[in-house]
T-cell receptor, first 110, second 115 residues
Framework: EDQVTQSPEALRLQEGESSSLNCSYT??????LFWYRQDPGKGPEFLFT???AGEEKEKERLKATLTKKESFLHITAPKPEDSATYLC???????????FGKGTHLIIQP | DAMVIQNPRYQVTQFGKPVTLSCSQT?????MYWYQQKSSQAPKLLFH???????NEADTPDNFQSRRPNTSFCFLDIRSPGLGDAAMYLC??????????????FGPGTRLTVL
């Protein structure tokens, strides 16, 4: 059974304090790994897709990386507006649905 | 802007009273999904449509049904809501189903409260 585990569950940082979020996965034949951002009371917002080990993608203060067993979301010099829950997911749960991790709840304090 | 729209944003129903949630999309995507997300939990796939081909997840309760009358619209019917069905219901779309490699775009969700 496909599994996605995210850590930590919650993370509180000071503005400007860089850190990384972890997503470890167990799937038979990775077809991609997705990162989403979810604000309270809203639907997930797509950030990145990674397809193969060694791949990296960047967007503003965020950089996602992928190895054969895990993915990291690096946040550089975060701002309070980066506060959100960050979800990672892999295709699974049937032909095309996504299997999500529980997410990391990130709080950036000014 | 092309988008995924869900109505209503908030729905309150009584225990056992049928309820319908709606989703529409202007992306012209072939695949539409319904997820259930309970508080502080990961979204969980209920079912999806590829065009009109309906695919039910094995553990989705029979209490949940779905309809897709055309490409743009999809409905989630809960026949007899229980207290455990209170959750955020998320609709998503993707361009294709092949290999699951297309990103899914989510609507804002409908928060269902069951009294």
């Amino acid at each position: 059974e496909d599994q996605v585990t995210q850590s930590p569950e919650a993370l509180r940082l000071q503005e400007g304090e860089s850190s990384s979020l972890n997503c470890s996965y167990t799937v038979s034949g990775l077809r991609g790994l997705f990162w989403y951002r979810q604000d309270p009371g809203k639907g997930p917002e797509f950030l990145f897709t990674l397809y193969s080990a060694g791949e990296e993608k960047e967007k503003e203060r965020l950089k996602a990386t992928l190895t054969k067993k895990e993915s990291f979301l690096h946040i550089t010099a975060p701002k309070p507006e980066d506060s959100a829950t960050y979800l990672c997911a892999v295709p699974g749960g049937g032909a095309d649905g996504l299997t999500f991790g529980k997410g990391t709840h990130l709080i950036i304090q000014p | 802007d092309a988008m995924v729209i869900q109505n209503p944003r908030y729905q309150v129903t009584q225990f056992g009273k049928p309820v319908t949630l709606s989703c529409s999309q202007t992306l012209n995507h072939n695949v539409m999904y319904w997820y259930q997300q309970k508080s502080s939990q990961a979204p969980k796939l209920l079912f999806h449509y590829y065009d009109k081909d309906f695919n039910n997840e094995a553990d989705t309760p029979d209490n949940f049904q779905s309809r897709r009358p055309n490409t743009s619209f999809c409905f989630l019917d809960i026949r007899s809501p229980g207290l455990g069905d209170a959750a955020m219901y998320l609709c998503a779309t993707s361009r294709s189903r092949w290999g699951g490699q297309d990103e899914q775009f989510f609507g804002p969700g409908t928060r269902l409260t069951v009294l």
